[in-house]
């Protein structure tokens, strides 16, 4: 039995890599912004990334740290601090409780900077994980999705109206929630230090593609629409007005969207003796489908 101390443990990768570790017979350290419900083997820290002596009790006796929180959608300046200054406050408290094994979620975008401020703080990011000294492990996901996801709910309502509003055309990849969560696990017991993974399920789809099978799940066939980039960036004016901080569709992941592949480079993916995935995106999508129906968001 191990110790797994993990960063944004309330959310939705972090919510199933609990679930995962306790399967696997660990005891879990988890830091929460507000006090949490008792559960067998779980120890809840109160705190954030921006408190040192609640990252230094979180940190205090781990085996490993998995560092899942991070921030998705923000100005500049919050992409910074949750980031970037996040990670850097939680690699300290790693270094100062003699932690060696750290795990940090990054996101495929840090692959490309250039495209968003979202990429290019994970990219910043990685790069303090690999100067940390600590046995890194890196791991980029595709999108993931999954029971509980709030992020691709409107792709799954649109497609339930039969529409599909697209990026440019371009490649895909995804993975499941419940997947990546036992990868997080599996590296935090026994994956090679200083490696960097691209996560996916192995499958490419292209924008359209997804989008029909995101029908399927809902049980409505879809028109897919392209739209051009300046089309999009209008409509991340809009979803702003109409959601403010809410918004789904921002300046900053048009961005991202836009760019013509995000999928897994075979040469970055995980070893097959190390993990592999089991959940089959059609698959996955169905039950996610069923899970926004049972609770009535979709």
């Known amino acids: 039995m191990s110790v797994l101390s993990i960063t944004g443990g309330t959310g939705f990768v972090g919510r199933a890599t609990i679930d995962r570790a306790l399967a696997a017979g660990h005891e879990v350290r988890a830091l929460a912004r507000r006090p949490q419900a008792q559960r067998d083997r779980v120890t809840w820290v109160t705190g954030a990334l921006d408190d040192p002596a609640a990252l230094a009790t979180l940190a205090r006796g781990a085996d490993a740290v998995i560092h899942i929180a991070g921030v998705v959608n923000a100005a500049r300046a919050g992409f910074i601090a949750g980031n970037i200054e996040g990670t850097r406050a939680i690699l300290a408290a790693a270094q100062g409780a003699g932690v060696r094994r750290f795990v940090h979620v990054s996101s495929l975008s840090a692959r490309e900077p250039q495209l968003s401020d979202y990429g290019w703080s994970k990219a910043e990011a990685e790069k303090l994980v690999e100067a940390s000294g600590l046995d890194w492990i890196i791991l980029r996901p595709a999108a993931v999705y999954g029971p509980g996801d709030m992020e691709m709910r409107d792709l799954f309502r649109a497609a339930k109206l039969g529409i ?77 007005l109409l959601r403010g901080d809410r918004a789904k569709l921002t300046r900053d992941r048009v961005g991202y969207l836009a760019h013509p592949d995000w999928t897994a480079r075979p040469d970055r993916r995980v070893p097959a003796a190390l993990w592999s995935p089991l959940v089959d995106t059609r698959e996955g999508l169905a039950e996610t489908a069923r899970w926004y129906r049972a609770n009535g968001l979709l």
């Open 164 to 240: 599909a509003l697209l990026p440019p055309p371009g490649v895909m990849s995804a993975v499941a929630v419940d997947d990546l969560a036992r990868l997080l696990v599996t590296v935090a017991e026994r994956g090679a230090p200083h490696a960097m993974y691209e996560v996916d399920d192995g499958t490419s789809w292209t924008h359209a593609d997804f989008a029909c099978a995101i029908g399927t799940a809902v049980g409505r066939p879809v028109m897919p629409l392209h739209l051009p980039r300046a089309l999009m960036l209008l409509g991340a004016r809009i979803d702003g």
